[in-house]
């Protein structure tokens, strides 16, 4: 037990909101987007006057989204980089822009993977597929983002618990979402004690990608300490996470009402939202819906008349985070360089400021409205008995008819991909697909019968992931993908392991030999030797790395170079 006093954080933090009704480091990371650093005296003034903060702490927050800075004077085109839009040729759209001498900045995903490729320009506004190829003939005739149609969506579940709100068009406003049901749930909970809410989260069998949620609930909550915090996460420094950006620019409120019922199912007082500072038109709707709902008493201080006081703020992402791993997220919440820490504790015991945390991806938050105001019926009558409830997969553009579909768990993957989605776009065979993002799992054509349910894909040394489905054509330029995923290793990695840090700097130094080697006649001993060698690489990653991103990520990669090595390695003239 922590002594009294020690562990509290300070009164106020620089992500934090004041009162609830905006986040100052929002406001940074919006001037940062559109002017050159260092920051000049009078904006730092500006800005400290608006959000209430000392200067040094304007500067510091500003070095912190220094990637995201305009140069020249002119403010950069945030360019996507994920896998989806690297497939759809993201890479020389980069570069083909920066031959027409305009600042571009790459980002790890926009949210746009069922339209890919996708930028932003400098007004925040959003141009996909064939618009962002051809950006230089379109450029300001774009929409909003938020003008944007809805991907194709639909639910195969009776019951769909995460789109719900988004198969209605959405419900950005506090007026829509009160129409739709939103903040029921959170009336029922503030009626009972948070033991019913953690009650009910555990008889639901509510799971994510890594199986059941209740045990990681429960430990926070029984851990002895005088607050703890609740952090929503937007699948930070991962690509193929479309449904977040869609909750968080159009079901907001339903991501807020979430993050309060977990926090009274664990006893937080506080909440954060962890978004990626790449999706601006997400934040500005959720900090709009922070607003809303403290302003009706739905958040903040004696919610609906109660006892219980409820604060959240938001957190723009800019830095390495592991992928999303749950402890580099803390890390940089605290203003410390994002890396992952050795457990135990987990987070659950001493996480943020060395108090219990609990960690959700958007997805499972977005259901607990449901689960407080319906029980948990819903769940336990669809998916499987080790696997209550659905799942969304978003599927990219690499398919016939890409979108994001609600499914139970225990949906067959092929069913998925043949009839669901129609298999690739343009009647183009698929050799292969992405499953869960870099992290997940790589399945060739003969894999595809597979049961989406996490706990049997963990015991078949699968992985779930983030629940995107990228598809890989027999056109797909196969060196650059491998080249993509070493530099998202490269780019996402916190350092602070060797064998995460420099694996894929060998991986490449590896490559280049084999490289050569295809150039001549090569004997069957050299490929023997070179897949060993590989082989040596990715196993010292796995073992050695410190948390589950440098462990997963090898896996992949290394079914890629199997599956594809001839592609990859082909002797040239």
Known sequence: MFSEGSHLPPPVHYWQDHRGLGSPLAVISRHVRKHSL?????????????????????????????????????????????????????????????????????????????????????????????????????????????????????????????????????????????????????????????????????????????????????????????????????????????????????????????????????GASHGILFIPADYPQALQQTEAAIREATAANLLGRKILKSHWSFQVSLFPGAARCAGGEATALIDAIETLRGQARPQPPAPEVAGLHRLPTLVEPLETLVQLGTLAKDGSAAWTAQGTAECPGTRVFCLNQGFAHPGLVEVPHGHNLRDLIENWAGGGAMGSPLEALILGGLGGSLLGPGEWDLTLCPSRMTASGLRLGNGSLVAIAQTADHRDVLSHFLEYMDGESCGKCTPCRLGPAGVVTLAARYERLARVDRKPRDATRARRDLETLFHTMELGSLCSFGQDLPGPMRRFIDLFWDRIFTKTS
């Not at 040094?56 to 980089?81: F, G, N, W």
């Not at 890479?91 to 790459?106: I, N, S, V």
């Not at 198969?167 to 029922?188: C, D, F, I, P, W």
């Open 38 to 266: 260092p920051l000049p005296d009078r904006a730092v003034a500006e800005l400290a006057a608006r959000t209430g903060l000392l200067d040094s702490t304007i500067r510091r927050a500003a070095d912190y989204y220094r990637s995201m800075a305009a140069r020249e004077d002119h403010p950069p085109l945030m360019v996507c980089q994920g896998t989806a839009c690297r497939l759809a040729g993201s890479g020389k759209l980069r570069d083909a822009l920066e031959k027409r001498k305009l600042t571009c900045h790459g980002v790890a995903c926009l949210g746009y993977c069922d339209a890919a490729p996708a930028l932003l320009d400098e007004r925040d506004a959003a141009y996909t597929g064939e618009a962002a190829s051809e950006f230089h003939e379109h450029r300001g005739f774009s929409q909003s983002i938020l003008g944007h149609p809805l991907p194709r969506m639909e639910s195969l579940s009776a019951t769909p618990l995460i789109l719900p709100r988004l198969l209605q068009g959405g419900a950005a406003t506090l007026k829509e979402a009160l129409s739709m049901g939103v903040y029921e749930g959170l009336r029922s909970a503030l009626q009972q004690p948070g033991q019913v809410m953690l009650d009910l989260v555990a008889a639901s069998g509510l799971s994510g990608s890594q199986g059941r949620v209740a045990p990681r609930w429960q430990t926070c909550a029984a851990t002895d300490a005088v607050d703890r915090y609740v952090i929503g996460h937007a699948h930070a420094g991962t690509s193929g996470a479309v449904v977040d950006r869609l909750l968080l620019e159009r079901d907001p409120h339903s991501v807020l009402e979430g993050l309060a019922l977990a926090a009274r199912a664990v």
